[in-house]
Nanobody, 116 residues
Framework: VQLVESGGGLVQPGGSLRLSCAAS????????MRWYRQAPGKERELVAG????????DYADSVKGRFTISRDNAKNTVYLQMNSLKPEDTAVYYC??????????WGQGTQVTVSS
């Protein structure tokens, strides 16, 4: 099982980034996919989630209206489009795949830094 995040980097406030998470080793289309983030000295928090077929999404209040989660089951990939980025969005962003309590997979994370 592998989840490989990409797309992180340094961006100025107000800018945009698109994170990708490529999955392999499991049946991607059967899993709920989520993005979490963890800032220095803070607990990991849920940012966004998308159902297995992509018909349902949810977001943390702090990112609603700015971030969009999507998935392409044909490519085994989930995305996080991040617009109007703020310094407080700075964190390591993690991809998570979950299907019941038995199947819970994590990527290694990608750093997002929002700074002028």
């Amino acid at each position: 099982v592998q989840l490989v995040e990409s797309g992180g980097g340094l961006v100025q406030p107000g800018g945009s980034l698109r994170l990708s998470c490529a999955a392999s080793g499991f049946t991607f289309s059967r899993f709920t996919m989520r993005w979490y983030r963890q800032a220095p000295g803070k607990e990991r928090e849920l940012v966004a989630g998308i159902s297995s077929a992509g018909g349902s999404t949810d977001y943390a209040d702090s990112v609603k209206g700015r971030f969009t989660i999507s998935r392409d089951n044909a490519k085994n990939t989930v995305y996080l489009q991040m617009n109007s980025l703020k310094p407080e969005d700075t964190a390591v962003y993690y991809c998570n795949a979950v299907r019941t309590v038995l199947y819970d997979y994590w990527g290694q994370g990608t750093q997002v830094t929002v700074s002028s």
